[in-house]
């Protein structure tokens, strides 16, 4: 478990460092591209969102080793650490001074994450999963992405539109965590031709890349304080629920559940707290004002 969790450490350094560069690019697009492949196009002629590009990549490589050594349930949690780590990245990058408040909420984040890690230390679980488990999986997930799509795409821009966005990639995201499990498995039991041959693999890539774009229309679509946390909880307690059910991970349970629930509790309050703080938004070469006032204009 501490190598796949070391594994998914570095993989949440290198996708937070692209995280900042994909949010500053971003911002330099027209917003009336949002949710339009547009915006892709715009995206693609933009070298700091190709740097970007680069960082989420080898991202998804070491989390591709970090599930090939672990479980689902413990690594995909993990993640929650961008945030943390956009702060310290983002900082560095732009010369941000952090407040006290922001590295108390980095705290909180740390000491949550650790003690839900530990309390649930989830283990065992199945190498494969069986093909009838995937149908219902993927349409359920597929259904939920959908719905939280339509959802914002009725909404102005603002938080509620930014949040079932945010909601959407973390959803996808965590089933092309799961995917990317079973693709590793077959990559080591049968080989590179049977793992170009899987049907997981090309699964894993398509969904993370609907993902990335849902992703980008988020962070065009309102205040950090709406996309973070949707972003990153839903995307630990997504990949918590399919490590457990597709994979038959088992977490500890009894009397362990109570200090995992005060460590997510412990962890949410920092997420939320963390993402309010106009150091993390400078940090992200954010103007957190501009959406409240479109949503304000809109209503």
């Known amino acids: 478990m501490a ?13 937070a460092l692209g995280t900042v560069l994909q949010r500053r690019a971003a911002l330099t697009v027209p917003a009336s591209t949002s949710l339009r492949l547009g915006l892709l196009a715009d995206l693609l002629r933009t070298p700091v969102w190709l740097a970007g590009i680069v960082g989420v990549t080898l991202s998804a490589i070491l989390q591709a080793l970090a599930l090939a050594s672990g479980s689902l349930a ?49 283990s065992g679980g199945r190498a ?4 009838l488990w995937w149908a219902p999986t993927v349409v359920v997930t597929g259904a939920l992405g959908a719905a939280l799509v339509l959802t914002a795409r009725a909404r102005p821009f603002g938080r ?19 995917l990317m499990k079973s693709a590793m498995g077959v990559l080591d039991d049968q080989g590179v031709v049977a793992f170009l041959l899987s049907w997981q693999t090309y699964g894993f890539a398509v969904i993370g890349a609907a993902s990335l ?11 950090l ?14 990949g918590v629920v399919l490590g457990v059910t597709l994979y038959a991970e088992q977490p500890r349970t009894g009397l362990w559940i109570l200090p995992a629930l005060l460590g997510f509790g412990l962890l949410t309050y ?30």
Not at 3 to 15: D, E, P, R, Y
Not at 128 to 131: D, F, H, N, R, S
Not at 160 to 178: E, H, I, P, T, V
């Open 74 to 122: 413990a690594v995909q949690p993990v993640f929650i650490l961008e945030l943390p780590l956009a702060l310290v990245i983002g900082g560095l990058v732009f010369h941000v001074r952090r407040s006290r408040k922001s590295w108390a909420s980095v705290t909180c984040i740390a000491a949550g994450l650790a003690a839900f890690l530990f309390s649930l230390a989830p």
């Open 213 to 223: 774009f849902l992703l980008g229309t988020a962070m065009q679509a309102g205040p």
């Open 160 to 178: 509620a539109r930014a949040a079932c966005l945010a909601a959407g990639a973390a959803l996808g995201n965590a089933l092309a965590a799961a």
């Open 128 to 131: 494969e999963v069986p093909v």
């Open 3 to 15: 190598l796949s969790v070391g594994l998914a450490v570095l993989a949440a350094c290198s996708n």
């Open 270 to 299: 920092g997420v939320f707290t963390l993402s309010r703080t106009r150091c993390l938004a400078d940090c992200l070469n954010v103007d957190e004002e501009a959406p409240d006032q479109t949503e304000q204009a809109a209503v």
């Open 225 to 238: 304080i709406a996309s973070q946390p949707a972003l990153t909880l839903t995307d630990a307690v997504t």
